[in-house]
Nanobody, 113 residues
Framework: QVQLVESGGGLVQAGGSLRLSCAAS????????MGWYRQAPGKQRELVAA???????NYVDSVKGRFTISRVNAKNTVYLQMNSLKPEDTAVYYC???????WGQGTQVTVSS
């Protein structure tokens, strides 16, 4: 079983930056594709960014050019660097193992206008 623990959320003003981290347990992190999702109040959870085992990435259109997903396999960690944050980015952000389907507990990101 894989355990995922997110950190790095918080309150930031519009235009600011945050970096989310997702630490995975176990020794099989390097073979997992990973994703960051978010869910705003009253909305469905959506995929924000994903990264394959080889480092290929994809993003939802609304964050392209502002967010960057990356991974450090030696640290069993995937990151989401979020720049130029907007109030509409406010949500709970979740890390997910795309390979095995495990979810983290989520971390709140709030962007004030």
């Amino acid at each position: 079983q894989v355990q995922l623990v997110e950190s790095g959320g918080g309150l930031v003003q519009a235009g600011g930056s945050l970096r989310l981290s997702c630490a995975a347990s176990g020794s099989i992190f390097s073979i997992q594709a990973m994703g960051w999702y978010r869910q705003a109040p009253g909305k469905q959870r959506e995929l924000v960014a994903a990264i394959t085992t080889g480092g290929s990435t994809n993003y939802v259109d609304s964050v392209k050019g502002r967010f960057t997903i990356s991974r450090v396999n030696a640290k069993n960690t995937v990151y989401l660097q979020m720049n130029s944050l907007k109030p509409e980015d406010t949500a709970v952000y979740y890390c997910r193992s795309e390979t095995f389907g495990y979810w983290g507990q989520g971390t709140q990101v709030t962007v004030s206008s």
